[in-house]
Structures are given as C-alpha cells and as structure tokens.
C-alpha cells in the first residue's frame, strides 16, 4: 500500500467555546481557561474560537442568560428580564457556522453553559425568577445546533475530557476526522479510500466490529465512477463507528487477530509472553498500551508490511502525548 503521508501527519482544527482558552468574553467578563485544553491538547491542534453570546450581540459584561422550559420547549431567558429571548438568534447562529465548521476536526464546549453546555445544562421552570431549583437538563441553544447540523463532529466538553477514556475517544476522532478532511482535500479516488481504510482499520474493529465489516464491503465494492457518493456513505459511518468506546474485551480481540496475521514469524516464547500481556489487558491488569508497545518490539525484530501502517498499533505521537 502506498505511503500518504500528506494526508496522515495532519494538525486536527477543533472549534472551542472561547472563554475556555481564557478569552474574557463570559457574562461577568471573566474566563474559564481550562489548562489542559490550553497546555496539553492546545499543543497539537490549532483551535478556532467561539463565544455565541457574545456573536449575537450581546455584549461583555451582560446580564446572564439561562434556559428555561416553556410548553414542549426550551429557550434561553435573560436573568432580568423574562421578556428577552436569545433562543432564535443563538439557534440561528449555530446554523449559520455549519459551512466553516465542516471542515473542523472537533469542538470542545463550556460545560453548563446556556447557550454552549452539552448535555447536563439546567433548565428552570418558567416562573418569571430565579428561584427554585432545576427541573430538567437540555444542551446549550448554539450546540444543540451545531448537533442537528454536524452530527459527524465529534463534541466534548471540557469537564468531560478529565475522563481518561473518553478524552482518548475524542483525541482519536478528532485526528482521524483531521485525516479525513485532508484527505478530502487532495481529492478523493478509490485506491486513496482503500488505502485511508487499510490504516485504520484494526482501529475500526476495536472500537466497532460491526462498523468494521460494513465498511470492509463499501471499500471493497467502490468505484471511481461514483467515488464520492461512495465517501459520503463511508464518513459518517466511520465516524459512529469510532465514537463506540473501545473496551479491554474488544481490544484484546483486534489484538489477537493482529497476532493471528504475523505469529507464524514469532518464536514460541514470543509467542506465549504477547498472549500472557494481551490476556493481562483482557482481564484488565494493565493498559493496552503494554501488548501494543510489545506487539510494536515484536514487529521491530519481524517486520510486516501489512501492519507498518496501521494507526490501532501506531497512532501519530501527538496522539500519545495526550493520554
């Protein structure tokens, strides 16, 4: 398989509620930087900054806004005023980004915030106050659009990126969402897409077998002619895919096909010691970096060109820097 390397060494551009990066653009005129969205991803992605409060007009410092159920839906309020609604101009707003945001790897948003929140933002009753406690939880105004619209973008907020296994989800997405897109750019032909799912493809079976094998078929019957209907298929199922969380049971199995494909060339002590540390990972004694790094010696002793490119084994080192 030909080597790529244009498309696979790319710098992802996630999207970011700005505030986190210490833009002062929250309602008191404060920020929420978050040192490691700032000191540890910020070193291998390049963030595009976004305050929707602040892109509707509505101005810093300004009195808060928060969401509140009225009838069958949600809106966010002005604090002082219940007569202020911002639901529409900041739904309009999240629409409105969708053509730039395409080309974004990610976005990460302000945890509880109205407009920005991803799952867990409260939601009041309408009573007119501010008084009484929540009733309910919604997402943000502007991400609830920026889900309707770009349901292949992975999102995140940054108190659920403190989640070891769930930042690692995300990093993966947002990098191989990066190569796709660069991908994309160069132009896309079925030896391309082959060779895009030929490296990640043991990353698909650890995290998704299901996804895995259907996308197996759509590479294996695209065609030129019609290749771009064939990518339109593929991303979208590529990207739920990855989403699914990998699982020691599910990357001990890549793991053990992995073996099944190169243990011919291993000695039976190499053999037993990849088993033992696999079978430690399954029952979860240790991370699965311990077989991958072995796996990785082994492959140095007895190289395979089947596996030299596979992102499950070697993911770019800025990927590994952030676990």
């Known amino acids: 398989m030909a080597t790529t390397t244009h498309w696979t060494l790319v710098r992802p551009r996630p999207g970011i509620s700005g505030c986190l990066l210490g833009m002062r653009v929250r309602y008191d005129g404060g ?37 509140v159920a009225r009838g069958d839906a949600v809106h966010a309020i002005n604090t002082r005023s219940a007569n202020i609604d911002n639901t529409e101009a900041l739904r309009a707003f999240g629409v409105s980004v969708k053509p730039e945001i395409a080309d974004f790897s990610g976005f990460i948003v302000k945890r509880n915030s109205p407009s920005c929140g991803l799952h867990s933002v409260p939601v009041f009753a309408d009573s007119g106050g501010t008084e009484g406690p929540p009733v309910a939880a919604a997402s943000g105004i502007f991400t609830q659009a920026l ?26 997405r947002i990098f191989a969402r990066a190569r796709w897109r660069a991908l994309i750019s160069v132009g896309m032909t079925t030896a391309r897409l082959a060779d895009f ?29 019609i290749i771009e209907t064939t990518a339109r298929t593929y991303l979208p199922q590529f990207m739920a895919g990855l989403s699914r969380p990998t699982t020691p049971k599910s990357n001990a199995h890549t793991l053990r096909r992995i073996r099944g494909l190169v243990s ?34 082994l492959l140095t002793l007895h190289p395979s060109a089947a596996l030299q490119e596979q992102l499950f084994l070697d993911p770019p080192p800025s990927e590994l820097a952030l676990y």
């Open 264 to 297: 011919d060339h291993f000695s039976t002590r190499e053999q037993d010691d990849l088993t033992a540390l696999i079978d430690q990972h399954q029952s979860g004694r240790v991370g699965v970096d311990a077989p991958i790094a072995h796996l990785n010696h």
């Open 197 to 225: 799912h030929h490296r990640h493809r043991f990353l698909l079976l650890a995290h998704d077998e299901t996804t895995y094998r259907n996308l197996e078929a759509v590479v294996s019957s695209a065609l030129d002619s």
């Open 31 to 67: 920020h929420k930087e978050d040192t490691y969205v700032t000191g540890t991803l910020g070193r291998h992605v390049e963030f595009v900054p976004y305050c929707p409060e602040s892109a509707i007009g509505l101005g810093t410092p300004r009195t808060p806004i928060r969401l």
């Open 147 to 172: 889900l309707a619209t770009n349901p292949e973008l992975p999102i995140e907020d940054e108190e659920r990126l403190k989640n070891p296994d769930r930042r690692r989800n995300f990093v993966t």
